[in-house]
T-cell receptor, first 114, second 113 residues
Framework: NAGVTQTPKFQVLKTGQSMTLQCAQD?????MSWYRQDPGMGLRLIHY???????DQGEVPNGYNVSRSTTEDFPLRLLSAAPSQTSVYFC?????????????FGNGTRLTVT | SQQGEEDPQALSIQEGENATMNCSYK?????LQWYRQNSGRGLVHLIL?????REKHSGRLRVTLDTSKKSSSLLITASRAADTASYFC?????????????FGEGTQLTVNP
């Protein structure tokens, strides 16, 4: 199993550009989520999904859109990038939406917005 | 705001010593989890302790949970240089659409050979 795969690994955007961060998992997990990691801030939840067709907002959803059309994929869209979105983004999945299961993380996408 | 807060923010020890990291949280939880992150990589799950458990062991790891004090500790015994990493606690609480994990800011552990 590949686990959780994120692409790209690195990306540089100009302010106002849009892009999609890709995330795919091959473990048939119901639950998928996106976090951003900034120095001194730990990981903050952006959006999450408990199954295909169902998404919900986390702590810091503004500026980001998500959709979940399949169990495997959970892309994160930045519609108009801002320097404040410079961060490392992690996608993570877990088997059960009800909890008591660990998150499996991808290796991250390092995004710089100039 | 972060649910979990780790203490200390940074810890430097010698190989062979024990390392203890603490986590405090604010609201009721289903479980608490500890993760490790090596530089430039994603987080890796270490151990999960449920709200009705008080202590759990996994190899050189020992986790305690005190729900009355809303706190947890992670003990790594006989540390090795390879244990150098950031360690995060995450609290698992029920949200409006299933449960969600909230992470603290982490403890940076350095184990000197």
């Amino acid at each position: 199993n590949a686990g959780v795969t994120q692409t790209p690994k690195f990306q540089v955007l100009k302010t106002g550009q849009s892009m999609t961060l890709q995330c795919a998992q091959d473990m048939n997990h119901e639950y998928m989520s996106w976090y951003r990691q900034d120095p001194g801030m730990g990981l903050r939840l952006i959006h999450y999904s408990v199954g295909a067709g169902i998404t919900d907002q986390g702590e810091v959803p503004n500026g980001y859109n998500v959709s979940r059309s399949t169990t495997e994929d959970f892309p994160l869209r930045l519609l108009s990038a801002a320097p404040s979105q410079t961060s490392v983004y992690f996608c993570a999945s877990r088997a059960y939406m009800g909890g008591n299961s660990p998150l499996h993380f991808g290796n991250g996408t390092r995004l710089t917005v100039t | 705001s972060q649910q979990g807060e780790e203490d200390p923010q940074a810890l430097s020890i010698q190989e062979g010593e024990n390392a203890t990291m603490n986590c405090s949280y604010k609201t009721s939880i289903n479980n608490l989890q500890w993760y490790r992150q090596n530089s430039g990589r994603g987080l890796v799950h270490l151990i999960l302790i449920r709200s009705n458990e008080r202590e759990k062991h996994s190899g050189r790891l020992r986790v305690t949970l005190d729900t009355s004090k809303k706190s947890s500790s992670l003990l790594i015994t006989a540390s090795r240089a390879a244990d150098t990493a950031s360690y995060f606690c995450a609290t698992d609480a029920r949200g409006t659409s299933g449960s969600r994990l909230t992470f603290g800011e982490g403890t940076q552990l350095t184990v000197n050979p």
